[in-house]
């Protein structure tokens, strides 16, 4: 008895206005790289850098990273597209599926590196910014298998079985376990791990997008054992899942590194960009941005502080000398008027003393002309 059951898309190809053809899954993929986009440039603002340097350094990263996941696709599957009675045209249709997200990941580098270049910003710092963007992406794209009623795991009688009603390519209707969803909801959850380790951490020089790497890995090992589409195996394993513990340990051994060389986060993502409003997802950057701007607000207040200390000092310096100036000159003039005086009283009396040398030379003249008449007549 069939309880309950997710339902497979009737087709994975709709008609606008019976012309335009519009593909699930090329659908998902774009709406993936639009969120991606909105908030990798969220969080690079709040990480100090210009609007729309994410999507410009991702109009290199999307198509190197499309042409890469193809490829990888293709060379690990390449028994669907070269072997006997497949058409090798068929490699080009990447509207029907098929994309691998290691060389998606590798060649979306390499772009990256190119956009990163053009605009002289680091890639590890663009890589953090996006790295949660980059999960949700692939959670929104794992719903274009879905319509192509593609990457199911093992029969199951779960309620929330996969009812799988297509015959091509050798596929048998049945109920199995949707890995598709399973990996979605598993790419979310690391999305919200990256933010808040981010947070929590303030992780930098690539560690947030290496954290991301990790814990995708992680998933898609138990995922991808899950799946029984046609695959390389080696040594008892799905080629896929050694690529998934090869990647892991690379990742977490990075972040060792990393951590141990180059603690903390950049200070500067882009230079010469101006500050911008923080956000929810640049909660720790704020934090760092406020305690920053009290510094500064602090550092103002006692430069104003001791130039109106020094302002104060100069002022009275300057009083202190408008005192010492008008008491010298009040001691001069005081001075001046004491010489003065004395000079006027020297000048009377020089002038006493003339009169008084010419009124005795005087009566001396007197005295001889009254003694030599007085021989006169005794003659």
């Known amino acids: ?58 109009v290199w990263a999307v198509p ?15 028994q669907l597209y070269f072997s006997e009675g497949q058409d090798w045209v068929d490699a080009f249709k990447i509207w029907e599926g098929g994309l691998g997200i290691w060389g998606a990941i590798a060649f979306g580098a390499v772009g990256a590196w190119i956009g990163c270049r053009s605009r002289g910003v680091p890639l590890p710092a663009w890589a953090d910014a996006l790295a949660p963007g980059i999960a949700l ?13 593609e990457l199911y795991g093992r029969e199951t009688d779960l309620p929330w079985a996969l009812h799988i009603t297509s015959t091509t390519d050798g596929r048998v209707p049945g109920y199995y376990h949707p890995t598709f969803l399973y990996e979605s909801l598993w790419c979310i959850g690391v999305a919200v791990l990256v933010i808040w380790a981010d947070r929590r951490f303030k992780l930098g020089h690539g560690r947030a997008f290496a954290l991301y790497v990790a814990a995708y890995c ?16 080696f040594l008892g394993m799905r080629l896929n899942e050694w690529t998934s513990i090869v990647v892991f340990l690379l990742a977490v051994l990075y972040i060792v590194l990393s951590a141990r060389r180059r603690p903390g986060r950049e200070e500067v993502v882009e230079p010469g960009a101006s500050d911008g409003d923080t956000d929810d997802d640049g909660a720790a950057v704020k934090l760092d941005k406020k305690s920053e701007d009290e510094d500064s607000e602090t550092k103002d207040s006692e430069d104003k502080k001791s130039d109106a200390e020094k302002s104060e000092a100069t002022t009275s310096e300057a009083k202190t000398s408008g005192a010492k100036t008008s008491e010298a000159k009040t001691s001069e003039a005081v001075k001046s008027e004491d010489e003065k005086e004395t000079a006027e009283a020297d000048s009377e009396s020089g002038s006493g003393s003339a009169e008084s040398e010419t009124a005795d030379s005087s009566s001396s003249v007197e005295a001889k002309d009254e003694e030599a008449e007085s021989a006169a007549k005794k003659a």
């Open 1 to 58: 008895m069939e309880i309950a059951y997710i339902p497979s898309p009737s087709r994975g190809v709709y008609e606008l206005f019976g012309v335009i053809p519009l593909r699930g899954y090329a659908f998902c993929i774009i709406i993936g790289v639009f969120v991606a986009v909105w908030l990798g440039n969220k969080r690079w603002i709040a990480r100090g850098g210009r609007p729309g340097t994410v999507a410009d350094v991702a």
């Open 137 to 149: 992406a692939q959670a929104i794209g794992r719903w274009g298998n879905w319509f192509n009623q």
């Open 218 to 233: 992680a998933g898609r090992f138990w995922i991808e054992a899950m799946r029984v589409d046609e695959a390389h195996h």
């Open 64 to 78: 190197f990273g499309l042409v890469g996941g193809r490829l990888y696709h293709v060379i690990t599957d390449y």
